[in-house]
């Protein structure tokens, strides 16, 4: 089973706070994603990565930032935390799609719910 | 740029009752679709998805979903609900030609079902 692993299942961080998310996964996937879940507005897509140190921006990148050294590890970085980020934050992780024919399933995380203050 | 569009986003029913959740996406190309589950305090899972072939895809807990290409349409279907459906479904689609794989996701529904 793909398993993929967040750092944390609850966060409380005060705004103006640096606030790292990492996600791990244990597929050896090439493709990770970040993603904020809202009430009524689905999963947006904040960053994605389809390598190690590369990173597309997705939908709603202003005021985040992602690090991908290692291919089983993906980041999310707050770089100064606002009460508007206070959200569900899923991580995913799929294969590299051979053209779309098997492509675009995505297994997710558990999730961390972050409150800014 | 493609959307997804699920026209509830919270359904009441009691069991044995049949639930017929829709989803339209805007994409004009082939695609790939989805259906996930979020049950309370778990994380998103797959319910079932549409490659090619049928467009009557059968999933997991008797769901099912029915891609009719000319409405641009993927609604989720099951016959008889029980109070363990309780949960947020998310319809979400891929484009073919979408290198990086991105899903797009609906609003998501919030499905109670009352025992």
């Known amino acids: 089973d793909v398993k993929v692993t967040q750092s944390s299942r609850y966060l409380v961080k005060r705004t103006g706070e640096k606030v790292f998310l990492e996600c791990v996964q244990d597929m050896d996937h090439e493709n990770m994603f970040w993603y904020r879940q809202d009430p009524g507005l689905g999963l947006r897509l904040i960053y994605f990565?389809?390598?190690?140190?590369?990173?597309e921006k997705g939908d709603i990148p202003e005021g985040y930032s992602v690090s991908r050294e290692k291919k089983e590890r993906f980041s999310l970085i707050l770089e100064s935390a606002s009460t508007n980020q206070t959200s569900m934050y899923l991580c995913a992780s799929s294969l590299l799609g051979d053209g779309g024919r098997a492509g675009g399933e995505q297994y997710f995380g558990p999730g961390t719910r972050l409150t800014v203050t | 740029a493609q959307s997804v569009s699920q026209h509830n986003h919270h359904v009441i029913l009691s069991e044995a009752a049949s639930l017929e959740l829709g989803c339209n996406y805007s994409y004009g190309g082939t695609v790939n679709l989805f259906w996930y589950v979020q049950y309370p305090g778990q994380h998103l899972q797959l319910l079932l998805k549409?490659?090619?072939?049928?467009?009557l895809v059968k999933g997991i807990k008797g769901f099912e979903a029915e891609f009719i290409k000319s409405k641009f349409s993927f609604n989720l279907r099951k016959p008889s609900v029980q109070w363990s459906d309780t949960a947020e479904y998310f319809c979400a689609v891929n484009a073919r030609n979408n290198a990086g794989n991105m899903l797009t996701f609906g609003g998501g529904t919030r499905l109670m079902v009352k025992p």
């Open positions: 549409y490659f090619s072939g049928d467009p």
């Open positions: 990565s389809y390598d190690v140190k590369m990173k």
